[in-house]
């Protein structure tokens, strides 16, 4: 039995429309399993979602203020009013802010961009920006991906006689800014057909009404915002992604072709993970570090120059930027360790002087991936008196709507279901913690707190091939709500598997069925090869894809995880050093069984960690069932291993078997060597055991054991006496079997044992346990149908 590490969900496909929607489409099943589970099942909508034959971008006038807003900009361009591009210091208000300078600037507008300093200002539009704006003379502040949370500072925009323009895309709160004019895809009563944009795709949707036409040379920053900021990749944001990941292998944009060189990223090659892996942490790590401008000016630069030296102090920012997260992130594990213990703590609330306010998210996020408990991370600043923090959720904890109950003490926050950011005095850390707690409490059950892996499909080996994991591509670009495939090939057999890399940490293993084998590699679960056993049925989930070798291509599973549902035999039989594999073995339900006392002192092993096992009489009120069942020694008898494994379904059996004598390899005398041993002890008379029994066993090529057994047995059925290491026969003649001996009996059950357990193959050893705990099962299930 080996446990999954997560929960495993997946909706159950209809086989009949898989059927049906691949034969419409001429897709393999693979892909119509996907289509179907993410709720594409009908052929128009799956055609167009694969295939971009119905999808179009929406009208931006469709944006109730869209109007109001393009006009009072080119009014501002026309009058030569100065514009201020007000935006956000991560990835997302980057490309937003990027491109509207781009549209503007192509509009002749005088205008400049102002992103605050996350540490100095915090998030969001704030009063010292809007009186500096007023100083300066702007007239025009249009925001981007940032403004639905700033109701004081649109008051004050009005008092200073700035028209605000808000284009913003996170949760709108109660009450709206009162701005000039607001462009939101999800405030209460808009028409706007698509809710789910970026803040870049609802700049550039400005963007197109500026232009009159679709602005295609803006795909490439669309793209990196949307799949940045892990908006859900459908509708409209597909169209972003999709056709932006396209103008990004192609773009001139000096800026990007610098970062894919910094970030060795082939730039013609470039997909969603690139961005999410390669390009999105850069540009974060500028916003993170100190002031986001140079992450702009390397968006809009057109000096290859410049350019360069642009991304090379992005990309040490960003190697700064991952010392500081190691560094805090094992500070934080710390501090849960010692002082918020798990099983008191639904939710983790931490904090520290000193810590990067910059970075507490992908703390966050990581001890997330650590314990699965929503998690706030903040940074303390003692001189101010405030707590500035990021948060992260796991599924069934809406971070936005528990946040909106503690208003009273957070002055400042925003966000979504699961990721947020907020402010809020020291003095209220406490409480809001404690409010946190209660409210998870009152929403969380034990089984949300165990990691979920949703699942796409279940997929046979027979279905995996090179062609139909490249048709799996259709569905690229991958993220939120649209998300890689992950999928399950269930009760497969495992041809082979072993560790693999210099430090033998991952795993590479061979799954079969019905004669159809593919390979398997899991990329750190390595350590899985030590719960995993020969002859053995697993349900794997992992993701598909090709290794490209030597212009060969084949179709593997990279691993996630593995699951045995059925008991495993670990055979550490002839392994002497007990501690190379029992420090292996899971410390929960783990029973030691030892048969023999001799043996505890043999192995240098303690009382305390075994169950002595001489005589049956143990088993009264004991069971076996699931747990680890190590047995160390030989029994004494069968039928008292068998009686223990009636006392349950042991989830694994360690075998180990040590004795210091083996029966199996001394000779065991046939009958002929019993009839030629009388014969010599008729002629002799009597025989000095101790004196010529060595010399006899040799001149029969025998061992001394053989010749000290048969003389016992003799002596049991009264054959002869010994008196002294005389063996003498007795005059009276009597006629009993080998088998009467109980020397003989305990010498055959012996051999028989060894035989059976100690001698026999992995696979025979196997199948002597199966049958017996089967039995086991067949007796427990009938005695239940009986009561």
Excluded at 574 to 592: C, R, S, T
Excluded at 614 to 619: A, N
Aim: aromatic share 8%.
């Amino acid at each position: 039995m080996l446990n999954s590490k997560t929960r495993w969900m997946m909706t159950e496909s209809d086989q009949h429309k898989i059927s049906e929607l691949a034969n419409e489409l001429k897709v393999p099943s693979l892909v119509a399993k996907l289509l179907i589970n993410r709720d594409l099942d009908d052929v128009e909508e799956a055609r167009n979602f694969l295939f971009d034959t119905g999808d179009s971008f929406h009208d931006p006038f469709l944006f109730e203020d869209m109007k109001k807003a393009t006009e009072r900009i080119h009014k501002a361009i026309e009058n030569g009013e100065r514009i201020l591009v007000y935006g956000d210091y991560d990835a997302d208000g980057v490309s937003s802010t990027s491109v509207l300078m781009t549209v503007l600037r192509d509009l002749g507008a005088e205008v400049e961009f102002y992103i605050p300093n996350r540490f100095s200002e915090g998030y969001g539009p704030n009063e010292g920006a809007f009186r500096w704006a007023k100083e300066e003379e702007f007239t025009l502040i249009i925001t981007v991906d940032t403004g639905i949370s700033a109701v004081n500072e649109a008051k004050l925009a009005k008092e200073l006689e700035i028209d605000l323009i808000i284009t913003d895309h996170h949760e709108p709160g109660p009450e709206l800014p009162p701005a000039f004019a607001l462009i939101h895809p999800k405030v209460e009563g808009t028409t706007y057909p698509f809710g789910e944009l970026a803040g870049v795709g609802v700049a550039f949707k400005l963007a197109h009404a500026l232009y009159g036409e679709l602005p295609v040379h803006l795909l490439d920053l669309a793209a990196i915002g949307t799949i940045a900021d892990l908006v859900p990749l459908r509708g409209e944001n597909r169209l972003l992604a999709k056709r932006g990941i396209e103008k990004l292998r192609v773009s001139n944009r000096l800026g990007i072709k610098a970062l894919c060189r910094i970030a060795n990223a082939q730039q013609q090659e470039i997909t969603e993970e690139s961005i999410g892996f390669m390009i999105a942490p850069r540009i974060n790590a500028v916003g993170r570090l100190g002031d986001a401008d140079p992450a702009v000016d390397l968006m809009l630069t057109e000096d290859d120059e410049e350019a360069k030296a642009l991304a090379e102090e992005i990309d040490s920012l960003n190697k700064e930027r991952q010392a500081i997260v190691s560094q805090m992130t094992e500070e934080a594990v710390e501090m849960v360790e010692n002082e918020f213990p798990l099983n008191d703590h639904s939710v983790l609330v931490i904090g520290k002087e000193g810590w990067n306010p910059g970075v507490v998210g992908i703390v966050a996020s990581r001890l997330v991936d650590k314990y699965y408990r929503p998690t706030i991370v903040l940074s303390f600043d003692s001189e101010k008196g405030t707590a500035k923090g990021s948060a992260r959720s796991i599924a069934g904890f809406d971070l936005f709507k528990n946040l909106s109950t503690c208003r009273d003490i957070l002055p400042h926050f925003g966000g979504h279901p699961m990721a947020a950011g907020m402010t809020l005095q020291l003095g209220d850390v406490a409480e809001f913690r404690n409010r946190l707690n209660e409210l998870a409490q009152s929403e969380l059950t034990e089984e949300d707190f165990i990691p979920v892996t949703q699942l796409d499909a279940s997929v046979t080996v027979d279905e995996i091939s090179v062609e139909s994991i490249e048709k799996l591509q259709l569905l690229a670009p991958f993220g939120m709500h649209n998300p890689k495939p992950k999928w399950i090939l269930d009760n497969v057999s495992i041809g082979h598997y072993k560790k693999i890399g210099s430090a033998q940490n991952h795993l590479k293993l061979v799954l079969e069925d019905k004669g159809v084998q593919v390979d398997g590699v899991g990329f750190g679960l390595g350590e899985l090869a030590d719960h995993m056993t020969p002859f053995s049925n697993a349900s794997v989930i992992g993701e598909l894809s090709i290794n490209e070798w030597n212009n060969r291509k084949k179709p593997q599973v990279f691993l996630h995880d593995v699951k045995i549902e059925h008991w495993q035999l670990f055979d550490v039989r002839g392994i002497k050093q007990v501690h190379k594999w029992n420090g292996l073995i899971p410390e929960e339900n783990k029973v030691v069984i030892c048969f023999n006392p001799a043996t505890l002192e043999k192995l240098n092993l303690e009382k305390d960690e075994v169950m002595l096992l001489e005589d049956g009489s143990s088993l009264e009120g004991f069971s076996t069932d699931k747990v680890s069942l190590v047995l160390l020694d030989l029994p004494t008898s069968k039928p008292l291993l068998e009686e223990l494994l009636k006392k349950g379904q042991p989830h694994r059996i360690y075998a180990h078997f040590f004795q210091d004598e083996d029966h199996f390899f001394s000779t065991m005398p046939t009958r002929e060597h019993f009839k030629w041993y009388y014969g010599f002890l008729t002629k002799r008379g009597s025989f000095d055991l101790n004196k010529h029994g060595d010399d006899l066993a040799k001149y029969k090529g025998w061992s001394k054991e053989t010749i000290d057994f048969m003389s016992q047995v003799f002596f049991d059925l009264k054959f002869v006496t010994i008196v002294n290491g005389f063996i003498s026969l007795n005059p009276e003649k009597t006629k009993k079997d080998l088998s009467e001996s109980l020397t003989y009996q305990k010498k055959q059950q012996q051999y028989e044992l060894e035989n059976e357990l100690l001698y026999s193959s992995y696979q025979e050893l196997r199948t002597w346990f199966n049958e017996r705990i089967e039995e086991s099962v067949t007796i427990e299930e009938e005695v239940k149908a009986w009561t």
